[in-house]
């Protein structure tokens, strides 16, 4: 089995409204941003990115009601978007950061 995980600590850019999927599942579109430096080739590196991202169930219920700006341990895995053209990040679980 081959792993896809990933933990990413980033704000809350913005929120789409609330959907719900045809069997009635809450699902919410995010962006998020994340900014940090790390070591890459023996230099220190900024990187910087804004990242799809959608959670689903309680979770987006959940996630619905945190501010934008606030800054969040986000756990999950990535999958390619419905169109294929890019990937989304699913969230499975937020903590504070």
Known sequence: MQANSLVLSAGIAEFET???TPSGLPALNLRLEHESQVSEAGSVRTVKLVMKAVAFG??????????????????????????GKSVVFHIQEFLQN
């Open 18 to 20: 609330m959907r719900y």
């Open 58 to 83: 309680t979770l987006a219920e959940r996630l619905a009601k945190q501010a934008v700006g606030s800054v969040w341990q986000f756990t999950g895995f990535m999958a390619n978007a419905r169109q």
